[in-house]
């Protein structure tokens, strides 16, 4: 009996979700015995042309990672879907847009005026962008378009599963995996981790006071030695776990450091910067206006720590862009 075939793919993102693949450490021998992987650029030689020359549907699953900026990228991943019977979105990026996301506070024109022109590391400002085509003594050569936004995958095409994560922890692939090869998957846009939020696999959830945590002040990771037994949030420290999806074993709190949401929205929740907003407010130990201004003025990149993974999937960011009051 063949074995099921598999294909991944990297589009905007850092390269450690690929990394992730790597960190399954000697359960990557299993995969690679139960599969039979026919296209993976960052580690195999296949061309896109292996890919074309597969039948519609013959991959049994594809894995991207990364949100979509390129026409590259828009075009790989359209014929992915072409050939794939499931399309998995692996990994923040791909799921919700990812911190390359951000990148949708601006725009294209004002990304590359910074980065080829204004910034302190271009020497010489010789004035060059990069273009699309540029003829050379050799000939013609093209790049791929820099498109006016970062999207997450779902709104290119179609996609059956999210593994959520920046990136995604070894034991959520390795379930992801086993759920494929048993023909075990959930329903269709299922999100393939938890479904409680992480406060309740955190280890420190017990610390929490009886009456809930609450606000008088926020504080950075850095401004404070932090107690390793204790909720961070009880501490001060702005921690994202009551509204992030679980599965991720709390890696992150475990290390002494506050969830920043990689792992996404629960099921239900359309936005996921809007719930944080909503956690933080109901914490604020305060009912004086001012007060609550200071407590909100004092969290530094507001966007960024409540959008950090998710601003290309954020309902409320499409809905301002519509009214003018977004770039």
Same mark, same amino acid.
């Given at each position: ?17 690929? +990394? ?37 549907? +013959? ?40 911190? =390359? ?8 024109? #004002? ?74 998957? =959930? ?28 606000? #008088?002040?926020?504080?950075? =990771? ?18 994202? %776990? ?30 996921? %910067?809007?719930?944080?907003? #909503? ?30 993974? #998710? ?12 009214? %003018?009051?977004?770039?």
């Amino acid at each position: 009996m063949p074995k099921p075939k598999v294909g991944l793919y990297w589009c905007a993102s850092c390269g450690g979700c690929e +990394e992730a693949v790597v960190d399954l450490a000697e359960k990557i021998l299993d995969v690679v015995a139960a599969v039979d992987i026919v296209f993976w650029p960052v580690a195999l030689d296949f061309k896109k042309e292996d890919v074309e020359a597969l039948s519609d549907g +013959e991959m049994t699953a594809a894995f991207i990672n990364g949100a979509v900026r390129l026409s590259e990228q828009e075009e790989m991943v359209h014929l992915l879907r072409r050939k794939a019977q499931y399309v998995i979105a692996f990994g923040s990026c791909a799921h919700l847009g990812g911190i =390359p996301g951000l990148a949708n506070l601006t725009d294209r024109q #004002s990304i590359f005026q910074y980065a080829y022109r204004d910034a302190p590391t271009v020497v010489p400002d010789d004035g060059i962008v990069p273009r699309q085509q540029v003829t050379v003594p050799q000939g013609d050569l093209k790049l791929p378009e820099f498109w006016e936004r970062v999207r997450a995958l779902d709104q290119v095409i179609d996609v059956d599963y999210y593994l959520p994560g920046c990136p995604p922890t070894p034991t959520v692939i390795a379930n992801a995996l086993t759920a494929l090869l048993e023909g075990k998957l =959930p329903e269709k846009g299922a999100v393939l981790a938890g479904t409680r939020a992480l406060c309740y696999e955190c280890d420190r959830a017990a610390t929490k006071p009886e009456k809930g945590c609450t606000l #008088s002040e926020i504080k950075r =990771p850095w401004e404070i030695i932090a107690d390793p037994e204790k909720c961070l949030l009880a501490q001060g420290i702005l921690c994202l %776990g009551p509204v992030t999806r679980g599965g991720c074993d709390a890696v992150c709190v475990k290390g002494n450091m506050p969830c920043t949401g990689c792992f996404g929205p629960l099921d239900r929740v359309r936005d996921f %910067g809007a719930k944080g907003l #909503s956690a933080i407010a109901s914490l604020l130990d305060s009912n004086d206006e001012a007060e609550i201004e200071r407590l909100v003025n004092s969290i530094p990149d507001v966007a960024g720590v409540l959008y950090r993974y #998710s601003l290309p999937a954020s309902v409320l960011f499409k809905s301002a862009q519509t009214k %003018g009051d977004a770039p």
